[in-house]
């Protein structure tokens, strides 16, 4: 069964750093999302990608965040500079039209010092 | 927009024994799906069951069965013969049907599976 997959499943990083969170979708599917979950709380939305842009985005997603599509294959989410509480899983989906496939990566589980 | 409740943040059970954990949501849409997510210790999310709304048949997945009641607006989720397995935490959840939306989460039930 077609997966989306998440790299890395661990990250480590100092506050102040830059990191890049990577996630390969489905590969017919065209709807990207990120979604954040801080430990012990709900699953909360940051961003939706379509057609090579953003498509909404949460009052989460500030200017600290972005989201690309480098290549036809992956999808990646950028913190420019983290902070601690920026410390939280997060999930990677995508479907095809509709709900057709909405799939939820394992999860990368960011933690800042 | 869009909410989704879980009254009941923890629960527990003896293991054999039927659990129904609690869902309500509040829309104006009348397409949409619903979805109950478990996730376990891993903390990676697991789909249980979906329902589509314009389906009056509720969704059943061995073990696993839903109580749609589209008026009320309430999306239990009882599982049967409950597995030291199944502990977890569950999430309920809603997708509007209209468009690509995003999926709306509750805020999640931790369910203990007692042996």
């Known amino acids: 069964e077609p997966e989306v997959t998440q790299t890395p499943s661990h990250q480590v990083t100092q506050m102040g750093q830059e990191v890049i969170l990577r996630c390969v979708p489905i590969?017919?599917?065209?709807?990207f999302y990120w979604y954040r979950q801080i430990l012990g709380q709900k699953v909360e939305f940051l961003v939706s990608?379509?057609?090579?842009?953003?498509?909404?985005k949460s009052e989460i997603f500030d200017d600290q965040f972005s989201v690309e599509r480098p290549d036809g294959s992956n999808f990646t989410l950028k913190i420019r500079s983290t902070k601690l509480e920026d410390s939280a899983m997060y999930f990677c989906?995508?479907?095809?039209?509709?709900?057709?496939?909405?799939?939820f990566g394992s999860g990368t589980r960011l933690t800042v010092v | 927009a869009q909410t989704v409740t879980q009254s009941q943040p923890e629960m527990s059970v003896q293991e054999a024994e039927t659990v129904t954990l609690s869902c309500t949501y509040d829309t104006s849409e009348s397409n949409y799906y619903l979805f109950w997510y478990k996730q376990p210790p891993s903390r990676q999310m697991i789909l249980v069951i979906r329902?589509?709304?314009?389906?009056?048949q509720n969704a059943t997945e061995n073990r696993f069965s839903v109580n749609f009641q589209k008026a009320a607006k309430s999306f239990s989720l009882k599982i049967s013969d409950s597995q030291l397995g199944d502990t977890a935490m569950y999430f309920c959840a809603f997708l509007s049907m209209n468009r690509d939306d995003k999926i709306i989460f509750g805020k999640g039930t931790r369910l203990h599976i007692l042996p």
């Open positions: 590969s017919n599917h065209l709807y």
């Open positions: 990608f379509y057609n090579n842009e953003i498509s909404e």
């Open positions: 989906a995508s479907s095809g039209p509709g709900y057709y496939g909405y799939t």
């Open positions: 329902q589509e709304a314009y389906k009056q």
